[in-house]
Nanobody
């Protein structure tokens, strides 16, 4: 069982920055595909960014150039640096761990961007 703990969410003004962290226990972020997803009220949960075990990354178009996903193998933690935040980035952000047939989720962290 892999446990994921997100942190770093909060309230920020438009144009500001936040860095989310996802600390994993019970599994290595080095071997998994790690992802950040978000879910706004009344909407589905969508992929924001993903990093594979080979360090390939991909981003949803709306965050390209503003968000960066990274991994610290020593800390067994994945980060999402979010810059130039917009009100439409407001959502609960979830960390995902995928390895083979196994998929684990964190509990989520709220990000609110005020205009």
């Amino acid at each position: 069982q892999v446990h994921l703990m997100e942190s770093g969410g909060g309230l920020v003004q438009a144009g500001g920055s936040l860095r989310l962290a996802c600390a994993a226990s019970g599994g290595s972020v080095s071997v998994a595909t790690m992802g950040w997803y978000r879910q706004a009220p009344g909407k589905q949960r969508d992929l924001v960014a993903r990093i594979t075990r080979d360090s390939n990354t991909n981003y949803v178009d709306s965050v390209k150039g503003r968000f960066t996903i990274s991994r610290d193998r020593a800390e067994n933690t994945v980060y999402l640096q979010m810059n130039s935040l917009k009100p439409e980035d407001t959502a609960v952000y979830y960390c995902s761990y995928v390895f083979g047939q196994y998929n684990f989720w964190g509990q989520g962290t709220q990000v609110t961007v005020s205009s």
